[in-house]
């Protein structure tokens, strides 16, 4: 794998946040294709100096990037199909007659076609891979062993079944019955070649991407949920780290309490850790995890990172989020252990919505940056936490986050108190409150500055990545790269210079 030095996160820099299935191309989602590096060209060209993802592991319900089946394997569909017909395992893709839509992901079309053209690549490469490709993929299935036999067991067995719930497998699959484990390894082993093949070829176009990036000076940001899948690999695999009853359902899971937003709080399902039981193993299910997060990126933001202060426990049976407690998490201890392993840690933490000082705390002691959002400071005074003369050094500035609207679409909704404080503030109308925003980003003592290319490019609400609380209709959105223009470039690329933040140059100054 490709690895460089631990990224120093007190850098000024700024970056872009577009998701990899969001990046254009033929095959009906973004992927590690040539449009990635492409990508790359562009944001190199404007000054960026990090390109931010979501989740880069296998999506779950409501194509959330956020709740996949694997913590550890990558997404199988962000897979490029360039690079195999290139090694001759397969032929240049055929597109289905009607084609794919190039504005939006159609996840019911192209994930099943997709997976035909790596079934295809899988054959090929059975069939006509060289003595040193069959090596490196031998060598790589020994050195990712420990989460890759676990994923690809799970997947080969739960396929068939047509992703049934593994706690409904039979009893003898569900609790890993030695015998059960070895002959389903004897009945699925093409299948389980399958599934290993494709996360190999995950990996050697990842470090590809990366040291693409990397060498022109653009860093990487992924992207790691605090929490797993019930239905995930890593559940299934170590049970008796999550807080599951003896048939495994889940006697508690996460969640966030009622508030102004949410009258019956959120429900999100996901089962609670036994951070007793992680920490008699010295935490080394988070170590491994994060070990496997910093070989496809140099630094990543860690979700809801209040939950390792205090977290939100809601018990299994109830259907909201009304009804809930909140438990101490495992704090410092948790970070340290995973340091002690790993050194210094890249992270940033997202530590927005119902923060308490221990959270504030435990982001300072870690020495993580945490987040702030400028949308979000327009609803009270110039003392509003998340007005720029309010940030510390230590942060990164967001002019919004795949969970919130665009910046234009947030103009367009706001209430007039709101649109009138922005206005003056930003000294901005509606046409170009989207450089406005990036200018007061950039111009601010936050190190590092974000934004979505949603807001660098003026799109409207229409364009946004995620609604939470909304299943169905998420995670779609797609850039074209006739919505780029050159001046897209030039004036990002002056306001990144001029504040610091990229190479005067682009300033172009007489």
Not at 381 to 390: I, S, V
Request: proline fraction near 6%.
């Amino acid at each position: 794998m490709y690895e460089t030095a631990r990224m120093d996160l007190n850098q000024r820099l700024a970056g872009v946040l577009l998701h990899i299935t969001s990046l254009p191309g033929p095959h009906g989602m973004g992927d590690f294709g040539p449009d990635a590096y492409r990508y790359v060209d562009w944001l190199q060209s404007a000054g960026q100096g990090l390109w931010q993802w979501l989740p880069s592991t296998p999506i779950g319900p409501g194509d959330s990037p956020y709740q996949g089946v694997s913590a550890f394997a990558g997404s199988p569909w962000m897979v490029a199909f360039e690079p195999l017909v290139a090694k001759g395992w397969m032929s240049a893709p055929q597109l289905p007659p009607e084609g794919f839509d190039a504005s939006r992901v159609d996840y019911g079309r192209v994930l099943p076609w997709r997976e035909q053209q790596l079934r295809a690549a899988e054959a090929g490469f059975r069939a006509k891979a060289s003595a040193a490709e069959r090596a490196e993929f031998t060598a790589w299935c020994a050195s990712q062993a420990d989460w890759l036999e676990d994923y690809a067991l799970f997947m080969a067995i739960r396929s068939p079944r047509g992703g049934q719930p593994w706690w409904l497998w039979p009893q003898d699959l569900a609790r890993r019955e030695p015998a059960a484990l070895a002959a389903a390894r004897q009945e699925h082993a093409a299948e389980i070649g399958f599934w290993r093949f494709v996360q190999w070829c995950f990996d050697w176009q990842v470090a590809g991407l990366k040291r693409y990036a990397n060498e022109r000076g653009v860093r990487i940001m992924g992207d790691l949920p605090i929490f797993v899948a019930h239905d995930s690999a890593d559940c299934w695999a170590r049970p008796d780290l999550y807080d599951l009853d003896e048939q495994f359902q889940t006697v508690t899971v996460a969640g966030v309490p009622p508030d102004a937003l949410s009258a019956e709080g959120q429900r999100w399902g996901n089962p609670l850790y036994r951070w007793d039981r992680m920490a008699a193993e010295d935490y080394a299910w988070w170590t491994a995890r994060v070990r496997r997060a910093l070989s496809s990126a140099d630094v990543f933001r860690i979700d809801h990172f209040r939950g390792f202060a205090g977290y939100y426990e809601i018990p299994g049976s109830s259907p909201d989020a009304k009804q809930g407690v909140w438990r101490t998490g495992p704090g410092k201890a948790l970070f340290d252990a995973i340091e002690k392993a790993l050194g210094p840690l890249p992270i940033v933490a997202e530590d927005l919505g119902f923060i308490t000082e221990d959270v504030h705390a435990l982001r300072d002691d870690c020495g993580f940056p945490g987040m702030k959002i400028l949308q979000f400071g327009f609803g009270g005074d110039g003392t509003h936490e998340f007005l720029p003369q309010m940030w510390p050094r230590a942060a990164v500035a967001y002019t919004g986050t795949h969970d919130n609207d665009t910046v234009l679409g947030w103009w367009r909704n706001a209430s007039a108190r709101e649109r009138a404080f922005a206005g003056a503030y930003l000294a901005c109308g509606e046409h170009d409150v989207h450089w406005a925003m990036i200018r007061a980003c950039c111009n601010s003592v936050a190190n590092m500055a974000v934004f979505p290319m949603q807001d660098v490019l003026g799109l409207g609400g229409e364009h946004r990545m995620n609604v939470p609380g909304i299943l169905g209709g998420n995670w779609a959105w797609r850039l074209r790269w006739d919505m780029v223009d050159a001046e897209h470039s030039r004036v990002l690329g002056l306001i990144t210079a001029a504040s610091g933040r990229a190479d005067v140059s682009l300033m172009r100054l007489p």
